[in-house]
């Protein structure tokens, strides 16, 4: 099975070495994450795209070291209320509206936008924030591409991380979040 891995940066994928792993640095933010990946798909015709990151957890069962997958993310910056539609509403361009986009994982919520989630949302019962999956859900989608998400939880949504946390909980736990995805290829079909 083709899986391409996307990540917002190099040190994301740096503990992705199997040679079935097709590897893209997005860039980070909804924006870049949304052309390179449907540059990526285009290039490479994956299997399935893979997701992986870091995320700030919303809900004091996930802690500071663990890895979640997800069943699906929604858009925390598509609000069209004032136009009658459900937060979180993308408009595609037929016409028709998605608010959450599937995913193959297990039963988590993931919440993603453009910026840094300092705050816990109260319109989806979300585990976790990100700042690229919806969009690499979203390219994947269009492209009729399966999708799976793991992030790596690196921060406690509300708390401040420094810096040097967040690269120290990152080196420590890539090998385990490429742990993850490669016993999620070997049991996919």
């Known amino acids: 099975m083709k899986a391409l891995i996307a990540a917002s940066s190099r040190e994301e994928l740096s503990a992705f070495k199997d040679e079935r792993y097709i590897k893209v640095v997005t860039g980070v933010g909804l924006s870049l994450?949304?052309?390179?990946?449907?540059?990526?798909?285009?290039?490479?015709?994956?299997?399935?795209?893979?997701?992986?990151?870091?995320?700030?957890s919303l809900k004091s069962c996930h802690p500071v070291g663990s890895v979640l997958s997800f069943s699906s993310v929604y858009c925390k910056d598509q609000d069209l209320s004032l136009y009658h539609l459900a937060p979180y509403a993308t408009i595609m361009s037929d016409g028709s509206t998605v608010r959450e986009m599937k995913l193959i994982g297990d039963e988590n919520i993931?919440?993603?936008?453009?910026?840094?989630?300092?705050?816990?949302?109260?319109?989806?019962?979300?585990?976790?924030?990100?700042?690229?999956?919806?969009?690499?859900?979203?390219?994947?989608?269009?492209?009729?591409?399966?999708?799976?998400?793991?992030?790596?939880?690196?921060?406690?949504?509300?708390?401040?991380?420094?810096?040097?946390?967040?690269?120290?909980?990152?080196?420590?736990?890539?090998?385990?979040?490429e742990e993850e995805v490669r016993m999620f290829l070997d049991n996919i079909r």
């Open 110 to 177: 993931l919440l993603s936008s453009s910026s840094f989630s300092s705050e816990k949302d109260d319109l989806v019962n979300a585990d976790a924030a990100d700042m690229e999956c919806y969009s690499v859900a979203l390219a994947s989608y269009l492209c009729r591409k399966r999708c799976a998400s793991f992030k790596l939880i690196t921060d406690i949504v509300g708390e401040r991380p420094l810096i040097s946390d967040y690269k120290r909980i990152l080196r420590e736990g890539r090998i385990h979040l």
């Open 33 to 56: 994450a949304a052309v390179n990946t449907v540059k990526a798909i285009i290039e490479f015709d994956p299997d399935i795209v893979i997701n992986i990151g870091s995320a700030g």
